[in-house]
T-cell receptor, first 117, second 116 residues
Framework: GDSVTQMEGPVTLSEEAFLTINCTYT??????LFWYVQYPGEGLQLLLK?????DKGSNKGFEATYRKETTSFHLEKGSVQVSDSAVYFC????????????????FGQGTILTVHP | DTAVSQTPKYLVTQMGNDKSIKCEQN?????MYWYKQDSKKFLKIMFS???????INETVPNRFSPKSPDKAHLNLHINSLELGDSAVYFC???????????????FGPGTRLLVL
């Protein structure tokens, strides 16, 4: 079955440091890939997504590129802020060839990011 | 004008009780989901409904029974609550499209269930 593996956390950085959170996936079809973020006490919200190989998703200074050859979707940000402290989830949604996918998300285990001033 | 709302936000109850969680979305989506987040933050899908029809049921104990009275609502009823049911339950919604994939899911704020 489908699976997503994220780097172990927690990750602690100083403000303005470079961030990378690794994500690799296993899927049988043609997945779409997502990064969701969960701020303390809140639900998840979409950070960025990519729907096909070599697509780059970007939002709020975060970027991730869909790499089919390495089955990866690593999240990066050049300069983190205290307000980026949250839990980050990599996820995939399988898209069957010619069929309807109802968007079931398979999540990685989440990476807790803490940014200090 | 909340997009996906859940009630209650917190639920503390005794083992063996029956409880319900409600979810409503005003985004005009046709697909709704329930996810369970455990104490280690791991998220797993439980159910999905499309146009009031159950389409995903991920080996959840039959003590959990979802109900969708219309496209905008998806409720979760839990019978005979157990300690292991303590978790945060998230509702989400999205469009579903032929050829699928890529649709953004919008999540509610979560219901924090504690079974004592």
């Amino acid at each position: 079955g489908d699976s997503v593996t994220q780097m172990e956390g927690p990750v602690t950085l100083s403000e303005e440091a470079f961030l990378t959170i690794n994500c690799t996936y296993t899927a049988t079809g043609y997945p779409s890939l997502f990064w969701y973020v969960q701020y303390p006490g809140e639900g998840l919200q979409l950070l960025l997504k990519a729907t096909k190989a070599d697509d780059k998703g970007s939002n709020k200074g975060f970027e991730a590129t869909y790499r089919k050859e390495t089955t990866s979707f690593h999240l990066e940000k050049g300069s983190v802020q205290v307000s980026d402290s949250a839990v980050y989830f990599c996820a995939l949604s399988e898209r069957g060839a010619g069929g309807t996918s109802y968007g079931k998300l398979t999540f990685g285990q989440g990476t807790i990011l803490t940014v200090h001033p | 004008d909340t997009a996906v709302s859940q009630t209650p936000k917190y639920l503390v109850t005794q083992m063996g009780n029956d409880k319900s969680i409600k979810c409503e979305q005003n985004l005009g989506h046709d697909t709704m989901y329930w996810y369970k987040q455990d104490s280690k933050k791991f998220l797993k899908i439980m159910f999905s409904y499309n146009n009031k029809e159950l389409i995903i049921n991920e080996t959840v104990p039959n003590r959990f029974s979802p109900k969708s009275p219309d496209k905008a609502h998806l409720n979760l009823h839990i019978n005979s609550l157990e300690l292991g049911d303590s978790a945060v339950y998230f509702c989400a919604s999205s469009h579903a499209r032929a050829s699928g994939g890529g649709e953004t899911q919008y999540f509610g704020p979560g219901t924090r269930l504690l079974v004592l």
